[in-house]
């Protein structure tokens, strides 16, 4: 079975700190993706990432960057110089990666962001 | 390009009531999902519909079903409502091709059973 760890249910942090959210995921998968969702008072789910199981390189995008540890079974997401505005839930979710098994998301749940101006 | 739309955004609805949520998906996206999100259970996979036919299901009762018409907009119907059904119901398409697999997500409906 699949199943998505995110061990820290609140973090505050103030403005301009950098912070990380940790995500722990178990499957017996070999092929899967990893993804990352922001989601604002508003209620949406904002597609932040989504990684390969074959693909372990690092990525950054602005001030938000991914480390993904197959060994590890982690793929942790860093804010650099947090800013108020990402105040949110930031959920890491885990899917298999083959078309003939549908798209299926499993969260885990959840991270409360509060950054502090 | 429109996002993805369910109607309608807020609904309350009496104990033992039935309900239908709708799903409009982006353009061009051929799978849709639901989920149901509550703070207990957090973001639980409903169900999932492609080219009209259930592809992938979740545990739970069968008082909650859905279908997904040919243009592939989708419903899903809540039978029988029960206090704990009250939770945020997000939608999400996705193009469903190889390698294009992420899930876009709609605003939800937030229904409230009394």
């Known amino acids: 079975a699949q199943k998505v760890t995110q061990a820290q249910t609140e973090i505050s942090v103030v403005e301009k700190e950098d912070v990380t959210l940790d995500c722990v995921y178990e499957?017996?998968?070999?092929?899967?993706?990893l993804f990352w969702y922001k989601q604002p008072p508003s209620g949406e789910l904002v597609f932040l990432i989504r990684?390969?199981?074959?693909?372990?390189q690092n990525e950054i995008s602005g001030r938000y960057s991914w480390n993904f540890q197959k060994s590890t079974s982690s793929f942790n997401f860093t804010i650099t110089a947090s800013q108020v505005v990402d105040s949110a839930v930031y959920f890491c979710a885990l899917s298999e990666a083959f078309m003939e098994y549908g798209n299926k998301l499993v969260f885990g749940a959840g991270t409360i962001l509060r950054v502090k101006s | 390009k429109a996002g993805v739309t369910q109607t309608p955004r807020y609904l309350i609805k009496t104990r033992g009531q039935q309900v239908t949520l709708s799903c409009s998906p982006i353009s061009g996206h051929r799978s849709v999902s639901w989920y149901q999100q509550t703070p207990g259970q957090g973001l639980q996979f409903l169900f999932e519909?492609?080219?009209?036919?259930?592809?992938n299901k979740g545990n739970f009762p069968g008082r909650f079903s859905g279908r997904q018409f040919s243009n592939s907009r989708s419903e899903m119907n809540v039978s029988t409502l029960e206090l704990g059904d009250s939770a945020l119901y997000l939608c999400?398409?996705?193009?469903?091709?190889?390698?294009?697999?992420?899930?876009?997500f709609g605003q939800g409906t937030r229904l409230t059973v009394v």
């Open positions: 499957t017996r998968d070999t092929t899967y993706y």
């Open positions: 990684r390969n199981s074959f693909d372990e």
């Open positions: 519909y492609f080219s009209e036919t259930q592809r």
């Open positions: 999400a398409s996705s193009p469903d091709r190889e390698g294009d697999t992420e899930a876009f």
